[in-house]
């Protein structure tokens, strides 16, 4: 699909800037399985691979993982039967049983990865602490962020922002289904184009769908960076920030 660099700020030449603290924000739809189980193992582990690859090359990672392929409270809620912050509760439940399934993926592959929950769950992980948690990135060790911000009516994309802010983030990567942010739905829209590089302001303006408004508004006003590429992509996380997958720039 064409391009279409809708700011006049200049795109650097070879990729990304050079980004060293990356929060990556996954979908927990990425993690399901084709016949729609919540977990699908090989998925897993390749993700796993991918930012073992990332922390090789020099990248210290955070994630954040969604519930979405165990239960949306938004969606529940809304039929009716459960009130929306117990609905959200739940689904901050699924991001951790995410969290350690991911966790697990990434000892395996090889780096040490730690759990921590907003929401505390002492038994099972560590609870979430900034101090405890730039500890360990300093060490080079992986941080699974779990438990959204902790409380109701937040998304999981505005947990990402708000985690990336306060462990001194360089940016956040939300790896979605599409190589970056566009016009328009392109599974929908043959006309849609891609974005090379957009400003917060502009990415709220246009209301485009990658991340809810909340988000975008807390990145703009910490001077976040953000980057939109394809989870689908060979090595996704490692080729998105060196530059060697297509993705959008969101900064200021």
Not at 94 to 103: D, I, P, Q
Not at 114 to 124: E, F, G, K, W
Request: a negative charge.
């Amino acid at each position: 699909m064409p391009e279409h660099p809708l700011s006049e700020k200049p795109l650097p030449e070879q990729g990304p800037p050079p980004f060293r603290r990356v929060l990556v924000k996954l979908s927990g739809e990425a993690l399901a399985a084709p016949d729609g189980y919540w977990l699908h193992p090989p998925t897993l582990a390749a993700l796993a691979d991918d930012i073992v690859r990332a922390v090789s090359e020099g990248f210290q990672i955070a994630l954040v993982v969604g519930g979405g392929n165990v239960i949306r409270g938004a969606r529940v809620s809304a039929a009716g039967w459960i009130d929306r912050a117990t609905g959200d509760s739940l689904g901050m439940m699924a991001t951790v049983m995410n969290s350690l399934a991911l966790e697990t993926a990434l000892n395996a592959a090889g780096v040490t990865a730690r759990t921590m929950s907003a929401v505390s769950m002492p038994t099972i992980c560590e609870t979430y602490a900034r101090q405890p948690a730039l500890h360990h990135l300093d060490k080079g060790q992986v941080v699974v962020l779990a438990g959204g911000t902790g409380n109701p009516y937040f998304t999981t994309d505005t947990a990402a922002v708000l985690r990336a802010a306060e462990l001194k983030c360089d940016a956040v990567l939300k790896a979605t289904q599409v190589d970056g942010v566009y016009s328009a739905d392109p599974k929908t829209n043959p006309d849609a184009v891609r974005y090379d590089r957009l400003s917060h302001d502009e990415a709220i303006a246009r209301d485009l769908k990658v991340m809810d408004t909340a988000a975008f508004a807390l990145a703009r006003d910490g001077g976040l960076p953000l980057i939109v590429g394809s989870v689908h992509a060979p090595s996704s996380v490692t080729a998105i920030l060196t530059g060697r997958a297509p993705s959008t720039l969101v900064a200021p």
